[in-house]
C-alpha cells in the first residue's frame, strides 16, 4: 500500500473547525483513503472513507483532493472528546484477495483540544 | 451491539510464564485481526482470522506466538513463554465481509517483567 505523510501533531480550540491534512503522493487508482483515530486508552476507532469524491457522516468530511494526492479530514466543531491521534491509511478494497482490514498505520497526528 | 470484547483489560506476567489474551469479535463478523501496539513500532498487525481459519500470520514475530479461532465466538492470543519485549497494548479488531469499517475492542495491555 502506498505511503501518507501527516503532521506530527495539530492544536485546535474546542468549537472550532480542525482540517487534518493527509500526504499521499503515491495513491494507486484502486487505493480508498481511510481516517481512524484513537481516542486515550481505547482501540482505533472508525471515522470515515472515500475513493474520489468529498464524503460527509455525522463525524466528519474528507476531502479529497482532484489529483487525489491529498486530502484533508474535516471536524466541524471540535469537541474536547476529539482529543485523540488520527491516522490516514490507504488500503485498496480488493488487495489482490488480500483483507482490507490488513491495514497499516502510521505514526498518524496528535490532535490536542483546547477548552 | 456490544462492540469487541476484550479479556482481560490488563496483564501482568513475569517472564516465561504462559499468557492468552482472548477476543470475543461482533456477532456476524467473519473477520478477526490480531494487532499489537507499542510505542517504537505503532500498530501492526499479528495475523487474521477469515471465517475461523488464519489466513496470513506473517505478522507473528516468532514461533512463542500462537493464535487460535475455534469458533465464530472466541478467539485466543498465546505467548509462550513470554519475555519482557513482549510487552505491549494487544488490539483484537472484526469486521464483515473483510470490508470497511473496521471494529476495535479496547485492548489487553501486557506487562512482562
Known amino acids: 500500500d502506498a505511503k501518507t505523510t501527516q503532521p506530527n501533531s495539530m492544536e485546535s480550540n474546542e468549537e472550532e473547525p480542525v482540517h487534518l491534512p493527509c500526504n499521499h503522493s503515491?495513491?494507486?487508482?484502486?487505493?480508498?483513503i481511510h481516517w481512524y483515530r484513537q481516542l486515550p486508552s481505547q482501540g482505533p476507532e472508525y471515522v470515515i472513507h472515500?475513493?474520489?469524491s468529498n464524503v460527509n457522516n455525522r463525524m466528519a468530511s474528507l476531502a479529497i483532493a482532484e489529483d487525489r494526492k491529498s486530502s484533508t479530514l474535516i471536524l466541524h466543531r471540535a469537541t474536547l472528546r476529539d482529543a485523540a491521534v488520527y491516522y490516514c491509511?490507504?488500503?485498496?478494497?480488493?488487495?489482490?484477495?488480500?483483507?482490507?482490514?490488513?491495514?497499516?498505520f502510521g505514526q498518524g497526528t496528535i490532535l490536542t483540544v483546547h477548552p | 451491539d456490544a462492540g469487541v470484547i476484550q479479556s482481560p483489560r490488563h496483564e501482568v506476567t513475569e517472564m516465561g510464564q504462559e499468557v492468552t489474551l482472548r477476543c470475543k469479535p461482533i456477532?456476524?463478523?467473519?473477520?478477526l485481526f490480531w494487532y499489537r501496539q507499542t510505542m517504537m513500532r505503532g500498530l501492526e498487525l499479528l495475523i487474521y482470522?477469515?471465517?475461523?481459519?488464519?489466513?496470513?500470520d506473517s505478522g507473528m514475530p516468532e514461533d512463542r506466538f500462537s493464535a487460535k479461532m475455534p469458533n465464530a465466538s472466541f478467539s485466543t492470543l498465546k505467548i509462550q513463554p513470554s519475555e519482557p519485549r513482549d510487552s505491549a497494548v494487544y488490539f483484537c479488531?472484526?469486521?464483515?465481509?473483510?470490508?470497511?469499517?473496521?471494529?476495535f475492542g479496547n485492548g489487553t495491555r501486557l506487562t512482562v517483567t
Open positions: 479488531a472484526s469486521s464483515k465481509t473483510g470490508r470497511p469499517p473496521l471494529h
Open positions: 503515491t495513491i494507486s487508482g484502486t487505493d480508498y
Open positions: 472515500g475513493l474520489t
Open positions: 491509511i490507504l488500503r485498496s478494497h480488493n488487495a489482490g484477495g488480500t483483507s482490507y482490514g490488513k491495514l497499516t
Open positions: 456477532s456476524g463478523h467473519d473477520y
Open positions: 482470522f477469515n471465517n475461523n481459519v488464519p489466513i496470513d
